[in-house]
């Protein structure tokens, strides 16, 4: 009910009663007036409640209830990170990488990425996405701009040249799941500076990290079971090694697999010793801690 109401009903209530009190008390014009006076009231208290009524519905929502029944506004479609124009496909094969962005996002529909798919495309930066399982022979080769790159966990399948020449690469991520780091994957990647082979590893092939001459520590998981010749021939910064699992010598037959006697110090006493092996810088003496 609106403000003042109680007070206008005891007005017409008042009004009522005196001009009850003016004619025949016994009468039948009494009667008849004081049924008059009634409808009035009822009429006018009607009229009360339709006006409240009305002020409430056309009252504008505030606070909360202006949250509540506004509507909120749509949101953009957002656009894709490359048009489908950017790249070949074939199936589920990505077979070239047609674009001119330095940005790339791999669709989600993509398990492989071919052979030398990317080589030398200018690519700064790279999203393979989780639907990925293999990357082929050379996919990324010669990529100088690439900084940096994270393999996912779907990548099983990591082939020769992936990232060979990728001069301004400084970090790889590596999945939980490649089953190897083939002949030359990083080779003259000089401004590599650390790299942590997973668990899932088995085999570090030839010169897989030749020539990074920035790398400066190397983690092997307790998968590794080999390392080929020359697989971190010409790391001349590399001044820390951790083994965490025992390889046979003939897995590991090759002095030029790293620089210095590493290898020599690994086989102390003719059996594999893990642990963390560190050199002073420049020095082909390597001691375990």
């Known amino acids: ?112 990425i071919s052979d030398e798919a990317f080589k030398a495309t200018g690519l700064a930066s790279v999203t393979i996405g989780s639907s990925v399982k293999n990357i082929a022979s050379g996919a990324f080769r010669g990529c100088t701009g690439l900084a940096s790159v994270t393999i996912p966990d779907s990548v099983v399948y990591f082939n020769p040249h992936v990232f060979e020449e990728c001069t301004s690469l400084t970090s790889a991520s590596l999945g939980n799941s490649i089953n190897g780091i083939s002949d030359s994957a990083f080779k003259g990647c000089t401004s590599l500076k650390s790299i942590t082979i997973p668990d899932s590893v088995k085999t570090i092939g030839d010169q897989a990290f030749k020539g990074c001459t920035s790398l400066a520590s190397v983690s092997l998981g307790s998968g590794v079971v080999g390392i080929s010749p020359g697989a971190f021939e010409s790391c001349t910064s590399l001044v820390s090694v951790t083994f965490q699992s025992k390889m046979y010598s003939q897995h590991f037959n090759h002095n030029t697999s790293f620089p210095g006697d590493l290898r020599q110090k690994y086989f102390t006493g003719g059996s594999a010793v893990p642990g963390t092996y560190t050199r002073a810088s420049g020095s082909d003496t390597w001691t375990k801690k």
Do not use: W
Request: with cysteine.
């Open 1 to 112: 009910m609106v403000t003042g109401t109680p007070r206008v009903l005891g007005i017409i209530f008042h009004c009522c009663g005196k001009s009850s009190k003016g004619g025949n008390i016994g009468g039948i014009g009494h009667k008849r007036e004081m049924k008059m006076n009634r409808y009035m009231v009822i009429m006018i208290v009607a009229a009360l409640f339709a006006v409240t009524s009305c002020g409430k519905s056309k009252a504008p929502a505030t606070g909360a209830d202006a949250q509540s029944t506004t509507a909120a506004p749509a949101k953009p479609a957002t656009a894709d990170a490359n048009p489908a124009s950017d790249f070949g496909i074939s199936g589920t094969r990505l077979t070239q990488y047609k674009g001119s962005s330095k940005s790339v996002t791999i669709p989600d529909s993509v398990t492989l």
